[in-house]
């Protein structure tokens, strides 16, 4: 489509490490599109590349119908927020903000720069110097100063990694609205799971230099491609099960004794070893040996062996007699049972939340990633 | 330390203050007293001198006249000596500026594993005086030595043309003599840049002259202030350039305050190096101002 920015078989190697690995990715224009993925996993020489910063070993970069691979910086219409701002220390804010606009020979400099300004609540900052400024205003004038060139694609590279949380939680809010007010397409960079999800459209999880999964934010937490994403976004219980047979549109599963059942279009696999998933807060907890609700998957026999009251909800581990710990979230709604350490539980929740996963892949993949972000 | 203060007793500020003041005090103590010794007081020795009634002499002592006559009499005797150490002064720093800034910008951006090698050969001069390198481009600049006639035989030079002792001798000596004080602050203000504000300038449609000039180049003046200093300055009141060099046309006014004091006349040598300093210290006092690096620096 249009303006759409593509990228196929994009490759970076740095001597023999692959940075980037083959990407392949389309991102709609005007999209709010998030590249999400631990520290290290290549994002940051992505967007250089999307730049023109960094030059790709292998593969192309389209934007709308121009293929842009081999175009320098500072002719394609592509402006980046860049990861500690970059500001220019020697120019004020005003300059800062006009230095796109000057490059270009544009006329009606001040009243853009002043809009612009308007734009990201900085009126009356024009005649400072970015020394002056707090992380939060410096990261408005970077906002700003590539804003002002209306690109076709605004590149954000971690643009609020240095702020602090509180802060953090306004200039998302903060960057969605002018997002959605100016229309332009946003590829933002991001290792915090729960900012991408707030504010993206549309996210790619990345790990290790390729894309693992690419969707809305709510269907990849739904159904999880691989247990990287199932561990990096959120959190996962999975269990070892093995494929019984199909059922209709269902599939029979085996997990430590117990039968699971999973629809057939929630499985990765069709046969063979899997990892039979479900989110922590899917999850019900029931004193053990009670009934369950016809048709629900269950695990029984757990042990509590940790309660961690977080207000809205109280976390509980269970300890299951193959020796795993699953998590379960309880809402706090006051109408289900509470239970303490050493108290005897079953597991219930409903097939369709349960996805399932191969069991090649490493269950614990992406658990700690987000810690060292 | 702060934090166990506050918790018992008086408040930190006001048993920390005079101890901290005692230990900065203790700091500039050994730094001062040498300053005191040796710059104050031949800096006032100077002062008076310039004073002194010209009619004594080293042997029978100077009388303390106030005789500021004595800066009239120099100004008018060696007006041209010390307009031609500013013109040479000024040429040097030009040229210093014009060799050292590529150099400087190349070692801080493009030479990679070479830059420690690079900023050695920068310094290596040093390792020999100043006075042996001076009389080495004696030799190398001599009548019948390889660049002159490597010169003439490209017809540069006429068939009796020469080096030595020519104005562009002095200023060649002058500018290799200082070419480090230019280059070693130019390269310490472009090393420091931030490598993102250039690639900034380039993300902002700032093609690479314009992001020289409008990122590089101002995020380095300060070492374009130091560098121009710390060659204009010692420049200046330089005289082996000239006396190794040049000829008594080539005389700056190092020389002459030289060959003053030599032949006994210090009030006029004392108020030549009062005036050479005065001119300096205004001179870049109005330069610093006109840059406006009091925000950069
Ligand atoms: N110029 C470079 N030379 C060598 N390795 C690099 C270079 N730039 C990045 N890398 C490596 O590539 C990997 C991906 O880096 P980067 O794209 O910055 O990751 P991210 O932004 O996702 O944290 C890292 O392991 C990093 O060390
Ligand atoms: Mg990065």
Redesign the interface.
Known sequence: MAGDLVLSGLTKRFGAFTAVDDLDLTVPRGAFFALLGPSGCGKTTTLRMV???EEPTAGSIGLGDDDITGL???KRP???V?Q?Y?????LDIFENVA??LR??GVKEIRRQVEEMLELVELVGYGDRRPAQLSGGQQQRVALA??LI?RPEVLLLDEPLGALDLKLRRQMQIELKRIQTEVGITFVHVTHDQEEAMTMADTIAVMNAGVIEQRGAPAVLYDLPATTFVANFLGQSNLVAGTILERSGEDLVIDAHGSKQVVPVKRSRVADGEVWVGIRPEKVFLARAGSETDTGANSLRGGVVTDVSYCGVSTQYLARMPWNQELTVFEQNTGARDTFAVGDSVDLHWQPSHTFVLDARQDATAGVEAEETG | MTALSQLGGPPAAVTEKPGRRFTAYLLLLPGGLWLALFFVVPLVSLLSASLYDPSGTVETGYAVTGHWQNYVDALQDYARPFGRSMWYALLTTAFCLLLGYPLAYAIAFKSGRWKNLMLALVIAPFFTSFLVRTLSWKLLLGDNGVVVDTLKWLHILGPDGRLLATTTAVVTGLTYNFLPFMVLPLYASLEKIDHRLIEAGGDLFAGPVTTFRTVTLPLSMPGVVAGTLLTFIPAAGDYINAELLGTPQQRMIGNDIQNLFAAGAHPTAAALSVTLMATIVVLVLFYVRRVGTEDLL
Do not use: K, Q, S
Not at chain 1, 86 to 90: K, N
């Open positions: 730049a023109g910063l320098r910086p500072y592509v402006n980046t860049f500690n970059a500001l220019f220390p020697h230095f796109g490059r270009r100063r590539a060139n």
